[in-house]
C-alpha cells in the first residue's frame, strides 16, 4: 500500500507561482513513474505533466508546457510541480500518481495508467 500527500496548493493572482509537493510513504518503491493530473469543476480529470522512475524524461500538457516544470527527490521520495505564470484556467484540484508499470522509459498520459492517487490540493488562480 502506498500514500501520497499532496501540499502547496493555495489562491494566487494571475501571473503569481506555486510550487506544489507530493510525498509518499507506505510500501514506496522509487522504480515507478509519476504524473500530476488536475480537475476543474465540471471537467474529466486530465493530464498536466510527468516523469519516468529516474527522473531521466518529463512530459508535459501542451497546455502547461513552458508554465509548469515536474521534478523529483527520490531521496525524499517526493515529487514536485513548479507552477509559474499561472493563469485563471489552471484552477483544479491537482492530484499526484504512480505509474502502474514498473520502470516505464516514458510517461503515461491516461488517468487508467496510474494505480495509486493522493487526495488532491486545490489550486485558485483569480484574475
Known amino acids: 500500500q502506498v500514500q501520497l500527500v499532496e501540499s502547496g496548493g493555495g489562491l494566487v493572482q494571475a501571473g503569481g507561482s506555486l510550487r506544489l509537493s507530493c510525498a509518499a510513504s507506505?510500501?514506496?518503491?522509487?522504480?515507478?513513474?509519476m504524473a500530476w493530473f488536475r480537475q476543474a469543476p465540471g471537467k474529466e480529470r486530465e493530464f498536466v505533466s510527468g516523469?519516468?522512475?529516474?527522473?531521466?524524461?518529463?512530459y508535459h500538457a501542451a497546455s502547461v508546457r513552458g508554465r509548469f516544470t515536474i521534478s523529483r527527490d527520490n531521496a525524499k521520495n517526493t515529487v514536485y510541480l513548479q507552477m509559474n505564470s499561472l493563469k485563471p484556467e489552471d484552477t483544479a484540484v491537482y492530484y499526484c500518481a504512480v505509474d502502474g508499470v514498473l520502470a516505464r522509459t516514458f510517461v503515461g498520459i491516461y488517468v487508467n495508467e496510474y494505480d495509486y492517487w493522493g487526495q488532491g490540493t486545490q489550486v485558485t488562480v483569480s484574475s
Open positions: 507506505g510500501h514506496t518503491n522509487r522504480s515507478y513513474g
Open positions: 516523469i519516468t522512475y529516474s527522473g531521466g524524461t518529463t
